[in-house]
């Protein structure tokens, strides 16, 4: 795992821990949205002073498509960089952990993906620092890339992927936008959620994972709302670091699956993929994990003593609703203007993702995947029959 430093201005460790790697000729890669506010300047001034020198490459997309990451990796290559510093949100820091092991490996982005790949990564690279500017993707402390291919997505993953050094400084999350906050809060909660109902939960991811679920839901709306907001923003912070965490070592199931096709064939933020996709699932899988969704209900402030185990499953997934409603992200596909003739390849697609469905609690076959992404559709929830 990473050296991490999490907490308000704890920005202030970049100096002392690129020294520590011995960085010279430094990679920043960011979006074009933090140039613009200045961020940059925050990361640059600091390491320019120890006479060292940077390059901003600010050629990130949201869900980046493959040749982005190849672009990235052909100039990684090309400039014998000795440390990349990703900043900014999930898109951003999964290219840069992709450009750190990538600039000395052989071959194409392409080689190394999960479902088509034929190569391995043999080597961790050169060193990489994340600093996230969004409380969602948890992308600094986990060992995947993901690349929107032309329907779906697909992901690099391997434990060389790991950055050397996460810093989680949530003052660097303030001027995020009401939108973007809501969406990367929800991808968070998301993280935290099915990490908790995962085939491959155990009790120290479960702690991670039900504290991250109280520090976000008590503090989204609040972000949203007021961005300034200085304790809800480090909340937002640490329960985004804290799924991170449980998810990295449970792994998520379902609603990532279904929000991969969705984010591939229609451009749909991930994290407003997960958002409306997150109560159908929950709905749809509730009798495999009624118990574990009780928890969940309790650690979202709600006290379900007086309810039986089913009972309170029920009542979770009508508050993962109302919660994504809260903060103003639609809650059935008809409000992204999603076709009802697309859920048959959204189905096609989203069965594909094997290595992310073995987590689920409940086995998802094609039928089952169709009938949540329908109910998704129609914005009613639906479970599971049984026989």
Same mark, same amino acid.
């Given at each position: 795992?990473?050296?991490?430093?999490?907490?308000?201005?704890? *920005?202030?460790?970049?100096?002392?821990?690129?020294?520590?790697?011995?960085?010279?000729? %430094?990679?920043?890669?960011?979006?074009?949205? *933090?140039?613009?506010?200045?961020?940059?300047?925050?990361?640059?001034?600091?390491?320019?002073?120890?006479?060292?020198?940077?390059?901003?490459?600010?050629?990130?997309?949201?869900?980046?498509?493959?040749?982005?990451?190849?672009?990235?990796?052909?100039?990684?290559?090309?400039?014998?960089?000795?440390?990349?510093?990703?900043?900014?949100?999930?898109?951003?820091?999964?290219?840069?952990?992709?450009?750190?092991?990538?600039?000395?490996?052989?071959?194409?982005?392409?080689?190394?993906?999960?479902?088509?790949?034929?190569?391995?990564?043999?080597?961790?690279?050169?060193?990489?620092?994340? %600093?996230?500017?969004?409380?969602?993707?948890?992308?600094?402390?986990?060992?995947?890339?993901?690349?929107?291919?032309?329907?779906?997505?697909?992901?690099?993953?391997?434990?060389?992927?790991?950055?050397?050094?996460?810093?989680?400084?949530?003052?660097?999350?303030?001027?995020?936008?009401?939108?973007?906050?809501?969406?990367?809060?929800?991808?968070?909660?998301?993280?935290?959620?099915?990490?908790?109902?995962?085939?491959?939960?155990?009790?120290?991811?479960?702690?991670?994972? *039900?504290?991250?679920?109280?520090?976000?839901?008590?503090?989204?709306?609040?972000?949203?709302?007021?961005?300034?907001?200085?304790?809800?923003?480090?909340?937002?912070?640490?329960?985004?670091?804290?799924?991170?965490?449980?998810?990295?070592?449970?792994?998520?199931?379902?609603?990532?699956?279904?929000?991969?096709?969705?984010?591939?064939?229609?451009? %749909?933020?991930?994290?407003?993929?997960?958002?409306?996709?997150?109560?159908?699932?929950?709905?749809?899988?509730?009798?495999?994990?009624?118990?574990?969704?009780?928890?969940?209900?309790?650690?979202?402030?709600?006290?379900?003593?007086? *309810?039986?185990?089913?009972?309170?499953?029920?009542?979770?997934?009508?508050?993962?609703?109302?919660?994504?409603?809260?903060?103003?992200?639609?809650?059935?596909?008809?409000?992204?203007?999603?076709?009802?003739?697309?859920?048959?390849?959204?189905?096609?697609?989203?069965?594909?993702?094997?290595?992310?469905?073995?987590?689920?609690?409940?086995?998802?076959?094609?039928?089952?995947?169709?009938?949540?992404?329908?109910?998704?559709?129609?914005?009613?929830?639906?479970?599971?029959?049984?026989?």
């Amino acid at each position: 795992m990473p050296i991490s430093y999490t907490g308000w201005d704890s *920005l202030e460790h970049l100096v002392s821990e690129a020294e520590r790697l011995k960085a010279s000729n %430094i990679l920043i890669v960011t979006d074009p949205f *933090l140039e613009d506010l200045g961020m940059t300047k925050k990361i640059v001034e600091p390491l320019e002073a120890q006479g060292w020198t940077t390059s901003v490459y600010t050629e990130v997309v949201p869900e980046p498509p493959l040749a982005v990451g190849e672009k990235l990796v052909a100039f990684t290559r090309e400039n014998k960089f000795d440390l990349v510093i990703g900043l900014g949100g999930g898109s951003a820091l999964d290219l840069a952990k992709l450009a750190g092991v990538l600039a000395t490996h052989e071959g194409n982005v392409a080689d190394y993906l999960n479902l088509t790949g034929n190569r391995t990564l043999t080597h961790k690279g050169i060193p990489k620092i994340l %600093i996230p500017t969004t409380s969602g993707t948890g992308s600094e402390v986990t060992n995947i890339s993901v690349l929107s291919l032309e329907s779906t997505k697909d992901v690099v993953t391997h434990d060389y992927l790991l950055p050397d050094v996460a810093i989680v400084d949530p003052a660097l999350t303030t001027s995020l936008p009401p939108k973007v906050t809501a969406a990367t809060g929800i991808d968070a909660l998301t993280h935290a959620i099915e990490a908790y109902v995962s085939n491959n939960a155990n009790p120290v991811t479960d702690g991670l994972a *039900l504290q991250a679920i109280r520090l976000i839901s008590g503090s989204i709306r609040t972000a949203v709302a007021d961005g300034e907001n200085k304790e809800a923003r480090t909340n937002m912070s640490y329960g985004s670091y804290l799924a991170g965490l449980s998810f990295f070592n449970a792994g998520v199931a379902g609603v990532h699956a279904l929000a991969y096709p969705l984010g591939g064939q229609f451009h %749909i933020s991930h994290g407003e993929s997960n958002a409306v996709l997150l109560p159908y699932v929950m709905g749809y899988i509730r009798q495999s994990c009624e118990k574990r969704m009780k928890d969940i209900l309790e650690a979202m402030g709600f006290n379900s003593t007086q *309810l039986s185990q089913e009972e309170a499953s029920y009542k979770c997934v009508e508050e993962l609703k109302n919660l994504v409603a809260d903060v103003n992200i639609p809650v059935s596909l008809k409000g992204f203007d999603i076709p009802e003739e697309a859920l048959d390849s959204l189905a096609d697609d989203g069965v594909k993702q094997k290595r992310i469905l073995g987590r689920s609690p409940m086995p998802l076959l094609r039928d089952d995947i169709f009938a949540i992404y329908h109910a998704a559709y129609l914005g009613k929830v639906v479970e599971k029959e049984t026989v």
